[in-house]
C-alpha cells in the first residue's frame, strides 16, 4: 500500500476559510516536510517539521510521530493559497537523503 | 537562497533518440536529485547523487541514466526516450543528513516524447 497518504486529495474553500490537511505515514522516522506547490511550478519548502508544531504566518504544521500522522492547517486562507501542498519524508534510515512524497492535496481558493 | 536551474525547460523529442536533461545549482550541496510528476503517481524519485562522482538509482531508474560531474551539475540522460517517458522533471539539491534535508527544487523540464 501507500506508505505516504494525503488526505484530502483535494479541497475547495472559500476564501477566508481555515483549511486542514493531513498526511500519514508507514514509518516512525522523524524527517517529515511539506511542501507548496504552485499550478504549473516548481516546489517550495514550507516546513520541516520532524515532531511537534511550528509556525509561520498563517501556517501552522503539527507531526505527531507516535501516531504516524503530520497536519498541516491554513488559517484565514487566500486565493493566493490555491496550488497542490505535499508532504514528503524518508522512509528509510538514509541520512535522510531519499525522501518519499505523498500524493498532494490540491487546494482551490474561491474569492 | 539556493538557486537551481534546469535546462531545457521545455523539450519535444522523437522515440529512440537521446535526451540530456541539464541541472545546475548554486548552494554548494552534497546531494541532488531527479523527480518525475505525472498525474496519478505524484511526485517519483529517478536518480540521486551525494557528491560529485557518484549516482545512486532512485526508486524507477530504468530508461534513465545520471551524471554528477560535479558538486553543482546532474543531468538526467535518456538513452533511447520512449513516450512513456512523457512528464514533468523537476531536479533538487539538498545539504543531506538526517537532521534536516530541505529540498531546494528546479522549475522543471516539460519533456514531450512522441
Known amino acids: 500500500g501507500q506508505q505516504v497518504q494525503q488526505s484530502p486529495a483535494s479541497l475547495v474553500l472559500q476564501e477566508g476559510e481555515n483549511a486542514e490537511l493531513q498526511c500519514n505515514f508507514s514509518?516512525?522516522?522523524?524527517?517529515m516536510q511539506w511542501f507548496y506547490q504552485r499550478p504549473g511550478g516548481s516546489l517550495v519548502s514550507l516546513f520541516y517539521?520532524?515532531?511537534g508544531t511550528k509556525h509561520s504566518g498563517r501556517l501552522t504544521s503539527t507531526t505527531v510521530i507516535k501516531e504516524r500522522r503530520s497536519s498541516l492547517h491554513i488559517s484565514s486562507s487566500q486565493t493566493t493559497d490555491s496550488g497542490t501542498y505535499l508532504c514528503?519524508?524518508?522512509?528509510?534510515?538514509?541520512?535522510?537523503?531519499?525522501?518519499?512524497f505523498g500524493g498532494g492535496t490540491r487546494l482551490t481558493v474561491r474569492p | 537562497e539556493a538557486a537551481v536551474t534546469q535546462s531545457p525547460r521545455n523539450k519535444v523529442a522523437v522515440t529512440g533518440g537521446k535526451v540530456t536533461l541539464s541541472c545546475n545549482q548554486t548552494?554548494?550541496?552534497?546531494?541532488m536529485y531527479w523527480y518525475r510528476q505525472d498525474t496519478g503517481h505524484g511526485l517519483r524519485l529517478i536518480h540521486y547523487?551525494?557528491?560529485?562522482?557518484?549516482?545512486e538509482k532512485g526508486d524507477i531508474p530504468d530508461g534513465y541514466k545520471a551524471s554528477r560531474p560535479s558538486q553543482e551539475n546532474f543531468s538526467l540522460i535518456l538513452e533511447l526516450a520512449t513516450p512513456s517517458q512523457t512528464s514533468v522533471y523537476f531536479c533538487?539539491?539538498?545539504?543531506?543528513?538526517?537532521?534536516?534535508?530541505?529540498?531546494?527544487f528546479g522549475e522543471g523540464s516539460r519533456l514531450i516524447v512522441v
Open positions: 533538487a539539491s539538498g545539504e543531506g543528513g538526517q537532521s534536516g534535508n530541505t529540498l531546494y
Open positions: 514528503a519524508l524518508p522512509l528509510n534510515n538514509n541520512a535522510g537523503a531519499k525522501l518519499t
Open positions: 547523487s551525494y557528491g560529485a562522482g557518484s549516482t
Open positions: 517539521n520532524p515532531s
Open positions: 514509518t516512525s522516522l522523524n524527517s
Open positions: 548552494n554548494n550541496h552534497n546531494n
